[in-house]
């Protein structure tokens, strides 16, 4: 049978990176999709784990032949996921998690339609802004700039299936392990899990 599509999009800040991890650890049944970038890996990051780390020829070479499924240029650095992973996994009934942006969700779409999308909500923006200030790593102008950017990514939230405010991590993480487990009872997925039941009873 062929595994599920989840496309995760919040605006920084909203807690997804968070929520995605415990969604891992909670359902060991997800696979995240690694991302390929041309940016240098940061201290910590490891090839493989956090990016598959390119050079940017390498990475034209592979948009060229058509291997991402959707990409896009973020300050001056590439970033792409691969299209032939995720089709063998999918292939294989292993359900797929990418977290990406509103932008490459429109990409993906194209050619999954049936992806299931959830998009991450902060309860308010001052709280939003307390959260990026709060990492201390950031100028007073690039939080106002990442406001801004947020601003602009939450107004495509229509265009997702679902959306979770993330006030309470834990009601948060609740609801996006509901929202999968629900999926999976799909009359389609239902009856190519258990063709044999439905042969016998229909």
């Known amino acids: 049978m062929s595994g599920h599509l989840y496309i995760l999009s919040a605006p920084s800040g909203a807690g997804k990176t968070t929520l995605v991890r415990l969604l891992l650890e ?3 049944g997800i696979r995240l999709s690694i991302s390929t970038t041309t940016r240098s890996p940061r201290k910590g990051e490891a090839d493989g784990r956090e990016y598959h780390f390119v050079d940017v020829p390498t ?11 959707e990409w896009a240029e973020v300050h001056g650095n590439y970033y792409g996921t691969s299209k032939r992973w995720i089709e063998a996994e999918m292939a294989a009934g292993r ?17 999954f339609p049936g ?6 909500l ?7 802004e307390l959260r990026l200030s709060g990492r201390g790593t950031d100028s007073a102008e690039t939080v106002a700039r990442r406001i801004a950017a947020a601003r602009d990514e939450m107004r495509h939230v229509d265009e997702f299936d679902y959306v979770i405010i993330n006030d309470r991590l834990q009601q948060a993480l609740d609801e996006l392990l509901l929202v999968v487990g629900a999926s999976r009872l799909d009359t389609a997925s239902q009856r190519q899990r258990h ?4 042969s016998s009873l229909l």
């Open 115 to 120: 992806a299931i999308g959830v998009f991450i």
């Open 122 to 128: 902060p309860p308010s923006l001052e709280t939003l």
């Open 59 to 69: 990475f034209r070479e592979r948009l060229e032949r058509d291997e991402f499924l």
């Open 26 to 28: 909670k359902d060991p």
């Open 95 to 111: 359900d797929v998690l990418l977290e990406i942006d509103w932008q490459g969700a429109q990409q993906v779409r194209k050619i």
């Open 195 to 198: 063709s044999a039941l439905f």
